[in-house]
């Protein structure tokens, strides 16, 4: 990709062990992969999350395809997501923040099913 190719997909991903690896595919070249260390995989997405950040949305908006409650001895307690574009994300919550969160899913569902006053 030295010739300057332009990404425009990303065909597929996998590890294998400590390596991070994406299949990229350029308008000039083809299919291409390219293998990141944990480290240099980290600091890519720390790198994309600026430019997200940075970008006119402002938000990544994500697919969520799953869910799972988990909580641990310590009695910390997350609920991990699993999404179209990121794959599984933890988000660990406080009682407050579950609370926030159970009422904002109330006035979710509220929105989609609106109830007829007959």
Do not use: C, Y
């Not at 010739?3 to 000039?28: C, F, M, P, R």
């Not at 480290?39 to 395809?65: D, H, M, Q, Y």
């Not at 641990?72 to 997350?78: P, Q």
């Amino acid at each position: 990709m030295a010739d300057g190719s332009e990404v425009v997909e990303i065909e597929a991903w996998a590890n294998d062990g400590d390596l991070h690896a994406v299949q990229l595919k350029t308008a000039k070249r083809g299919s291409h992969w390219v293998r990141f260390t944990s480290g240099a995989g980290l600091s890519l997405i720390a790198a994309l999350r600026r430019l997200i950040a940075s970008s006119p949305l402002g938000t990544l908006t994500l697919t969520v395809t799953a869910s799972q409650a988990s909580a641990r001895a310590d009695e910390r307690k997350a609920i991990v997501i699993q999404t179209q574009e990121l794959g599984p994300i933890a988000l660990e919550l406080s009682e407050e923040a579950i609370a926030i969160l159970q009422k904002q899913l109330a006035q979710l569902q509220a929105m989609q099913h609106p109830q007829s006053s007959h």
